[in-house]
Every structure is written in C-alpha cells, then in structure tokens.
C-alpha cells in the first residue's frame, strides 16, 4: 500500500508561482510512475503531468507544458509540481497518484490522495 499526502495549494494572483508537494509512505516511490491529476468545479479530472522511471520520461498536458514542471525526490519520496505563469484556468484540485506498473495519461493510476485545492484569481 502507497499512501499520498498533497500539500501546498493556496490561493494565488494570475501570474503567480506555486510548488505542490506529494509526500508518499508505504512504499518507496523510486520503482512508482507518479502523475498529477486535477478537477475543476463542474468538470471532470484530467491528466497535468506524469513522471515514470524517474524522470526518465515526463509528459505534460498541453494545457500546462512550457509553465509546469514535475519532478521527484526519492531520498525525500516525494513528487513535485512547480507551477509559473498560474492562469485562472488552472483553479482546480490537485491530486497526486502513483502506480507500480501503470504509467499513462488516465485515471488507472492505483494510489491516488485527498488533492490539494489551487484557486487563481485574475
């Protein structure tokens, strides 16, 4: 069992920057692909950005590529979102989720946490 725990979302001014934080426990991290997901009010949730194999491969949604970044710290088993240029679109709630052997762009994800609300005003 993986166990995820989001921090960091706050509200924020368009323009602003904001770290999240998905601290894991149960397991190692470092054998995990790890993405972050986000839903909207009234919308469903959609795939931000994915990191498998350690930053071997990272992916981004259109939406964000070029202002977000993840990244990972194994030492530390927790996985980052850097996010520059927030724009009122990317007002949501912010998961993290993880998975032994699924590394895709969807909700198939195992292990995911509670989400971490980010709200940006224009």
């Known amino acids: 069992q993986v166990q995820l725990v989001e921090s960091g979302g706050k509200w924020v001014q368009a323009g602003d920057s904001l770290r999240l934080s998905c601290v894991a426990s149960?397991?190692?991290?470092?054998?995990?692909?790890m993405g972050w997901f986000r839903q909207a009010p009234g919308k469903e949730r959609e795939f931000v950005a994915r990191d498998a194999w350690s930053g071997a491969f990272t992916n981004y949604a259109d939406s964000v590529k070029g202002r977000f970044t993840i990244s990972r710290d194994n030492a530390k088993n927790t996985l980052y979102l850097q996010m520059n240029s927030l724009k009122p679109e990317d007002t949501a709630v912010y998961y993290c989720a993880a998975d032994r052997f699924y590394s895709g762009f969807n909700e198939e994800y195992k292990y995911w946490g509670q989400g971490t609300q980010v709200t940006v005003s224009s």
């Open positions: 149960g397991r190692y991290i470092a054998a995990y692909a």
